[in-house]
């Protein structure tokens, strides 16, 4: 572990998402207070994306002990299988930020993970999966000094970082943090020079509005944000506010941004049964019948050749992929049914975490 120098002394920076992949890292869900009926329709929704994702890079699946031989049957042979210990499946979160540094060597963020805010206990063994991850990849590991989840952050691979100020400010992660304290970490842990604010993320989303689910970089000086045009829905306002900050600001080479937007999923919402397959009884999340779901078309993961993206059964759907089919020519579109993981609190980018590659 690299206690020392900064990441940015020593040299590394945070790729771009839509870079060259060495892989992708997931985590096999069985947490029943969180995924509904023992989590079996949860690990069919992981398998299917983890299918799409590795017809165009590797993936590695980390699985607990007790689950391990269900996993490795019930995904392709394809995609390794590695046992390690969690509390649940987010990897965007809680698995380490990967970052190349001189000649392409591999390092990465080991992010201090506090649960969002302390939304499920315990969170001790997701604490513990970047840097696990990092040892398994001998790569240069730094321990953060400050909380933050990959889910909250979006780089351009150019110097500019974006993130919602109800996440990444919040005191139930860091209390007493101030901008500047966090804007230096984010220079010096992800070697970006630049930090773009957007104030509240989308509504209903019990991150506290990760940034991930509300906008990110397409490429560079070009970003894609969630977008509602109905007045009655609290994302409206958001979505319009998201656009004056972006639309008011520079990326880190004095770029203004072009904004695309792709439309907010039909509203949907926890049914009855739904809320009834989750196991009340242990020390989880609390899921309600009526709750509205967090959907997002901009929760998607960026693969070698390809978008893996969300689709929810509902009438949006083809105009997202008429989006991102225009905005990633080059690209295969892959849609997976992701209802089962947005029942979990997020979806595919949320459940991902790419590794860049080193040759």
Not at 7 to 12: C, K, L, M, N, V
Not at 14 to 27: K, N, Q
Not at 122 to 150: N, Q, S, Y
Not at 251 to 261: F, M, P, Q, S, W
Request: glycine fraction near 8%.
């Amino acid at each position: 572990m690299n206690d020392v120098i900064t990441p940015r002394e020593a040299g590394f920076a945070m790729s771009a998402e839509w870079a060259p992949h060495d892989g992708c890292w997931m985590i096999w869900p069985e947490r029943p207070d969180n995924w509904r009926l023992g989590a079996k329709p949860a690990q069919k929704a992981f398998v299917a994306v983890a299918s799409a994702i590795a017809r165009f890079e590797p993936v590695t699946m980390l699985v607990s002990h007790a689950q391990y031989e269900n996993a490795r049957a019930s995904l392709p042979p394809a995609v390794r299988v590695v046992e390690m210990s969690s509390n649940d499946a987010w990897a965007r979160d809680i698995a380490c930020t990967f970052l190349l540094g001189p000649d392409g060597k591999l390092g990465g963020v080991d992010w201090p993970f506090k649960s969002w805010g302390g939304l499920y206990f315990p969170w001790d063994k997701d604490d513990a999966i970047a840097g696990k991850m990092l040892g398994l990849e001998r790569a240069t590991a730094f321990r953060a000094p400050l909380v933050i989840e990959g889910g909250a952050l979006h780089v351009d691979g150019e110097g500019t970082v974006l993130c919602v100020e109800q996440c990444v400010l919040n005191e139930n992660r860091n209390p007493n943090i101030t901008r500047q304290d966090m804007e230096r970490m984010l220079k010096d842990y992800l070697g970006v020079s630049h930090v773009i604010w957007i104030a509240e993320g989308v509504p209903h989303d019990e991150t506290d509005g990760h940034v991930d689910n509300l906008v990110c970089f397409v490429k560079p000086g070009v970003v894609l944000l969630s977008w509602c045009d109905d007045p009655a829905d609290a994302h409206y306002a958001v979505s319009r506010a998201a656009e004056a900050a972006l639309q008011g600001a520079r990326d880190a080479k004095g770029r203004a941004l072009v904004i695309e937007k792709i439309p907010m999923p039909t509203p949907m919402f926890y049914t009855q049964d739904e809320a009834d397959g989750v196991d009340a009884t242990a020390s989880g999340m609390n899921r309600r019948a009526g709750e509205r779901l967090a959907a997002s078309y901009v929760n998607f993961y960026i693969a070698n050749g390809a978008i893996i993206a969300p689709a929810f059964g509902v009438e949006t759907d083809e105009a997202a992929r008429a989006v991102l089919a225009r905005l990633f020519p080059e690209r295969e579109i892959v849609m997976i049914p992701a209802r089962e993981i947005l029942l979990g609190g997020g979806n595919i980018h949320c459940i991902t975490q790419q590794q860049p590659a080193t040759r």
